[in-house]
């Protein structure tokens, strides 16, 4: 006897006003199987896990669960049959505890007392740092992440549908994660993971099914597959190889020397005697694993803390310290996110009007005196700017009237960057810059930084990425627990040696020749 699919699709199709967002795709997971589903922004995936899961109905098709034919109302008929989800936009209420959120989507016959029991049980068993009570408006992007994995772990799911979930971890807390996954799928969990870390989906699945424009376009064995291979099936192409020209270093753009902050809340980070150097014609990269101070650093670094001291910051010798935003924009300085949908753009906002938010000209400084008459706005050139973004980003989105919310991550992710690179920065402060965008798109958002950084623009990447970091940056330093390592040149250094800092390990390194930090690792570089 043959063992009936865990899960089976068949010709699931779903429309929406603008796009075809699945058309007919069919798809079987076994018991026991950790199936990939791997295509680039905006090919389908999170139309077709939301289907599984309940949080969309599909037009047309069929979906069979452990033999029988099943129809899917809404998330909590998936949970009963044993479907869970960790989304990559996550759904957790900002002024309740993670535990509170947690509890919310468990059996009720659980005290919140012993969910929480559970919640430091699990999370200690994953290698997932998570304080139960902490309310979630406090939590960085990553940790609210950690927050979601677990909730969907504490269920004893049948299906588990993971949507990037290692993009929060070490490289050493990757391996444990893989340890477990594989533990699980041998109890017979099935496992659908989402992810554009080719190497990742390599290691550890065991079935792939790729889709393109709404439609499934193969099905492999990713382990008898090459990167190459697996992103011609995604793309149609290979991504393009990156041209990391050697540094030719300028002038100190941004120093930052004794930056300490005392924690704004109970659950925040403080930092600790921050300081290092960024010359123009360079990218400066910071590890880290998500927490240790990241969303600190950038605050007070863009102007929206404003509680470090004045000389604490320099922009090309000038203090900046406690200046506001603004003012830091229109010395040079501009800065994208982590949080697209919120802060790096409004949601409700259409394209063109989220092109005005960070830059009231809205449109490039050649096209200003076109745009602004007697102090007016005049949308049609700002709509046509917003459509050159569209065009020269390669963003798929319905135009410059398209509202922020209805574009994929990867490509509103695109779009931003877009924005804040047309303006032309003298510094670029940038947060997780690709994360959870698919390969093609990350190689653009990448050659576009680069490309930056040879015009002479100094350009500080915050990533828990560190292929990224590796694959752009000149140095790096590491961020842990509000410490900021000394810098090592990205030749020099190694992932084991980088995970291991992200630990905050460095100390016994120091001293050890490459490991020179601010203008003297930037004049070796050099």
């Known amino acids: 006897m043959t063992t009936a699919p865990r899960l089976e ?8 006003p603008a796009v075809l967002a699945n058309d007919a795709i069919s798809l079987q997971v076994a018991p026991g199987q950790i199936h990939a589903v791997l295509g680039e922004n905006g090919a389908g995936k999170s139309t077709l896990m939301k289907i599984i899961y309940g949080a969309t109905r599909p037009d047309s098709g069929t979906i069979t669960f452990d033999g029988r034919e099943v129809v899917i109302r809404n998330p909590q008929e998936a949970r009963a049959i044993g479907i869970a989800m960790v989304f990559q936009h996550f759904s957790l209420f900002d002024t309740l505890t993670v535990a509170e959120n947690i509890w919310l989507g468990l059996d009720r016959r659980q005290t919140l007392a012993e969910v929480t029991q559970g919640i430091s049980a699990k999370a200690r068993e994953y290698g997932l740092d998570l304080e139960p009570m902490r309310p979630v408006h406090t939590l960085s992007v990553g940790e609210r992440q950690r927050v979601e994995i677990v909730r969907a772990l504490l269920s004893d799911p049948k299906l588990l549908i993971l949507d990037e979930p290692t993009s929060v971890l070490t490289p050493q807390a990757v391996e444990k994660l893989f340890v477990t996954l594989r533990k699980l799928a041998d109890t017979g969990c099935s496992i659908l993971y989402i992810s554009h870390k080719l190497d990742e989906i390599r290691a550890l699945c065991t079935a792939c099914t790729v889709l393109r424009g709404g439609r499934k376009t193969g099905e492999v064995d990713p382990r008898q597959e090459s990167n190459a291979s697996l992103s011609r099936l995604m793309i149609g192409a290979e991504p393009p190889h990156l041209q990391h020209r050697e540094a030719r270093l300028g002038e100190v753009a941004l120093s930052v020397q004794g930056l300490n902050l005392a924690k704004a809340d109970a659950f925040s980070v403080q930092l600790q005697d921050i300081g290092f150097e960024l010359r123009q014609g360079e990218i400066l990269g910071i590890a880290g694993v998500s927490g240790n101070g990241q969303k600190e650093l950038l605050t007070s670094l863009s102007g929206e803390d404003g509680r470090e001291a004045r000389e604490a910051v320099r922009l090309f010798g000038t203090p900046i310290g406690g200046r506001n935003p603004d003012v830091r924009r229109q010395l040079g300085l501009r800065f994208i996110p982590e949080e697209r949908l919120g802060r790096g753009a409004v949601p409700t906002m259409s394209l063109a009007e989220n092109t005005v938010l960070t830059r009231p000209e809205g449109i490039s400084q050649q096209g200003l005196a076109k745009a602004l008459v007697g102090g007016w706005l005049r949308w049609p050139q700002i709509r046509g700017q917003a459509s050159s973004l569209i065009a020269h980003f390669n963003v798929k989105a319905g135009g410059p009237g398209a509202a922020a919310k209805s574009l994929s991550g990867g490509n509103l992710q695109k779009f931003i960057v877009g924005r804040e690179i047309d303006a032309n920065p003298k510094v670029l402060i940038v947060a997780q810059p690709t994360w959870g965008v698919d390969v093609g798109a990350a190689a653009q958002i990448r050659a576009e ?20 970091l590796f694959e752009i940056c000149d140095r790096m330093h590491v961020i842990a627990k509000g410490r900021l390592s000394p810098a090592i040149a990205t030749a020099q250094a190694s992932v084991d040696l980088i995970g291991q800092w992200m630990s905050g390990l460095w100390d016994a390194d120091a001293g050890a020749g490459p490991q020179a930090s601010g203008s003297e690792a930037s004049h070796a570089q050099a």
Do not use: M, N, P, T
């Not at 699709?9 to 929406?16: A, E, M, N, T």
């Not at 100094?458 to 828990?464: D, G, H, K, N, P």
């Open 9 to 16: 699709l068949k010709q699931i199709s779903k429309r929406y």
């Open 449 to 468: 930084l680069l490309a930056l950084r040879d015009q002479g623009c100094a350009v500080l990447v915050i990533s828990e990425e560190l292929d990224e």
